[in-house]
C-alpha cells in the first residue's frame, strides 16, 4: 500500500468539463508534486508546493490550476482540458530541503479526455 | 545541470539469471542517486538510494545497486532475477527540490 493516496484512479472526462485530482499523505511531508506522464516515459514535473505555497511552475497550461488547502491535501483543477492532456497524474511527497531523500509517489490519476 | 542517461530502452533476462540495469549521471558535486520501479497501473515505488559512503547499496525486494564514480555509473543489480520483477524502471537524480528521471528501462524477466 502507498502513504500517499490519489482519488480518483479513474477520470474520464470531456473537454467542457470541470474537475478536481485529488492527492493526500500523511507523512509530515511539507513539500508536495505534482507530475504528468505518458505511457512508457518518465513522469514529467508540472508543479511543486513547498510549505503550502507553490514554488515551481513549470509552464503548465493555465488549464491545470494546483492548489495546496493544507499540509496534507493537494489538488489539481481541471478545465478546458484537450485530448493531448490525457496521461497518468502523480501526485509526490517529500521533505523539504532534504535532497538525500526520495520523494514518496502515489498510484497515480489516470485521465481520459475525450 | 544534473541528469542521468539510461542508455537501454529494453532489457530481457531469463528467471534466476543476474540482471543489470545501466545508469549513468552527470552532476556537478555529490549526487543524489535514487532508483524507482514501476508496474503497470502503479506509481512510482523507491528502490534504493546512494548518498555517500558504500559504493554497494542495497534496497528493497533484494535489488542492489553500485556507485562507480569513475565511470559517472549507477547501475541496479539483482543476482537471481524473478518473473515477478518485470516492471519499467528509473534511475533518477535529485537537483535541490526537482527529482531528474532517465527515461526508463523495460526490464523482462522470461520464465
Known amino acids: 500500500d502507498t502513504e500517499v493516496t490519489q482519488t480518483p484512479k479513474h477520470l474520464v472526462m470531456g473537454m467542457t468539463n470541470k474537475k478536481s485530482l485529488k492527492c493526500e499523505q500523511h507523512?509530515?511531508?511539507?513539500?508536495m508534486y505534482w507530475y504528468k506522464q505518458k505511457a512508457k516515459k518518465p513522469p514529467e514535473l508540472m508543479f511543486v508546493?513547498?510549505?503550502?505555497?507553490?514554488?515551481i511552475n513549470e509552464s503548465v497550461p493555465s488549464r491545470f490550476s494546483p492548489e495546496c488547502p493544507n499540509s496534507s491535501l493537494l489538488n489539481l483543477h481541471l478545465h478546458a482540458l484537450q485530448p493531448e492532456d490525457s496521461a497518468l497524474y502523480l501526485c509526490a511527497s517529500s521533505q523539504v530541503g532534504q535532497g538525500n531523500q526520495p520523494q514518496h509517489f502515489g498510484d497515480g490519476t489516470r485521465l481520459s479526455i475525450l | 545541470a544534473q541528469s542521468v542517461a539510461q542508455p537501454e530502452d529494453q532489457v530481457n533476462v531469463a528467471e534466476g539469471n543476474p540482471l543489470t540495469v545501466k545508469c549513468t549521471y552527470s552532476v556537478s558535486g555529490n549526487p543524489y542517486l535514487f532508483w524507482y520501479v514501476q508496474y503497470p497501473n502503479r506509481g512510482l515505488q523507491f528502490l534504493l538510494k546512494?548518498?555517500?559512503?558504500?559504493?554497494l547499496v542495497k534496497g528493497s525486494y533484494g535489488f542492489e545497486a553500485e556507485f562507480n564514480k569513475s565511470q559517472t555509473s549507477f547501475h541496479l543489480k539483482k543476482p537471481s532475477a524473478l518473473v515477478s520483477d518485470s516492471a519499467l524502471y528509473f534511475c533518477a537524480v535529485r537537483d535541490l527540490g526537482d527529482m531528474r528521471f532517465g527515461a526508463g528501462t523495460r526490464l523482462t524477466v522470461k520464465p
Open positions: 508546493y513547498s510549505y503550502e505555497k507553490l514554488s
Open positions: 546512494y548518498i555517500t559512503g558504500d559504493n
Open positions: 507523512m509530515g511531508h511539507r513539500a
